[in-house]
């Protein structure tokens, strides 16, 4: 097969309209992954909601629960990525394992949920950025900030995929040091009334409302999954994908888990709840904390280290959005014009530039109806995302047996091929009946809204569905082709 040439300045012969080949090592792909997760924002924002909203001082062990889930996922999903490397992930395993028109819906749904996320967490950015900024006397709309983030990712996803993870990789190694800090000074001064592992037993994960601390915990994780992705421009992605995968999984789940517990033991056990009751913001909480234990000028790094987290965030799902999109126009489903990449940077760059243009127009739209960018704008559709990535997962998992039903000698593992995909794909099934159910509380989406918005993944589904129908009416072979990494 043809190398990548060293050049920088162009691809290869050979390799012009396809992914920049053995540009990702493990270590690139895991900083990539992480950073979807955005640690700090999770930290920050999504644990004290889900201890206020949720399971209070049990969130520590329900992450610990959820981390598991996501090892058992993860070992089919993996086993799967030896054999199908494509940057389509959720979707190529769709196609490979359960067909091609089931696959058409996974792609349609991964399009919208990851743009849903890229979206949603802008509206959070913008109002942190515009936050920040006003405390150095610059006054800007959220709306502002929000488009200023939109054209620095734009030129991000344009360019080469190892500049993107080069960025990435300093902010998120920053993120987790400034938390660490916080976490090591807790330690240090043995918390509230000394360090409780109450955290960790049955009374207090049952405490409260444990499914939407569950749903709370689940949403943290959301990019993990990210690391197949990039399978076409890892370095031996039979090796790479599932590396990164497993440590991304262990790296989030760890940091969360032991971050949570000490947040729970620096407030107090029993003073946990009523402390975040009494909070105005809940998402001031971890900064509250650093005020406490270590002191202002820690707390005022980490507000900015906020910001980078989130645009770090935002960065990641654009990648995964430009590359669905990419994708999906390479084989196919949707108009080739998409399908290309950019002839010095081998970047999907029309997906990139596609996946900016509706983040401007939705953008635009919130702010123009005068909806609020927390409570509407990122609640609303990172929690559509969340849903949708769910589904995708759940397919994956039924797409896993499949596929190695039909082909045994890949994987002659019972516990990998199908006992241990099952189990994953039940406990998906159960998450995303509490969702859809609890979607009104989750989001403070109310009236038709609360079922309109989940029912969007149905819609992507089924418009997926008909693009796959339609492009197997027209092109045979390119239907047959759906999900292979023969390009």
Known sequence: MTTIDTDKTAPATG?????????????????????????????????????????????PGTFLLVTL???????????????????????????????????????LIAILSYNCMQIGVFGLFGAATSGVFAGW????????????????????????????????????????????????????????????????????????SPAIGLLFCFA????????????????????????????????????YMFTSWLMANGAGIDKLVPTLQGLQDPT?????????YVGPLLTQLMSILFVSSLFAGVTAFHNGVARY???????????????VTH????????????????????????????QDPVLALFSWLTNVGTLGIIVLMALTSASVVAFFARNPSLEPNALKSRVLPTLAGLALLFIIFQIVTN?????????????????????AAIVGYLLAVALKGRDAAAFARLGSQQF
């Open 15 to 59: 390799e012009a309209n396809r992914l920049r080949r053995n540009s990702l090592g493990v270590g690139a792909v895991t900083f990539l992954v992480v950073s979807a997760a955005a640690p700090l924002t999770a930290v920050a924002g999504g644990v004290p909601l889900s201890m206020l909203m949720g399971n209070g001082a049990g969130i």
């Open 69 to 107: 889930l996501l090892l058992v996922f993860a070992v089919g999903y993996v086993a799967m990525a030896r054999h199908v490397a494509n940057a389509g992930a959720f979707y190529a395993y769709t196609a490979r394992g359960l067909g091609g028109n089931p696959g058409g819906a996974a792609a």
């Open 137 to 208: 006397g610059i006054n800007l709309p959220w709306w502002v900030w929000c488009f200023v983030g939109i054209a620095l990712v734009g030129v991000l996803g344009y360019r080469r995929v190892d500049l993107s993870a080069k960025i990435l990789t300093v902010l998120v190694l920053l993120e987790y040091l400034v938390v660490l800090v916080v976490d090591a000074a807790i330690l240090f001064k043995g918390g509230d009334a000394g360090l409780s592992l109450a955290p960790f037993t049955p009374t207090q994960m049952l405490s409260g």
């Open 220 to 255: 943290a994780f959301i990019g993990f999954e990210a690391t197949t992705i990039y399978s076409e421009e890892a370095r031996e992605p039979a090796r790479t994908v599932p590396r990164a995968t497993y440590i991304s999984v262990l790296i989030i789940g760890l940091f």
């Open 284 to 292: 001031t909480f971890l900064f509250g904390l650093s005020d406490r």
């Open 325 to 339: 999109f990419y994708v999906a126009g390479r084989e196919k489903l949707l108009p080739e014009a998409l399908g």
């Open 343 to 370: 002839p010095r940077f081998q970047s999907p760059h029309v997906g990139s530039l596609v996946q900016t243009a509706i983040a401007v127009v939705v953008i635009a739209l919130f702010a123009a109806t005068g």
């Open 439 to 459: 979607f009104g509380n989750l989001s403070g989406a109310s009236g038709v809204l609360g079922w309109f918005l989940p029912s969007l993944v149905l819609i």
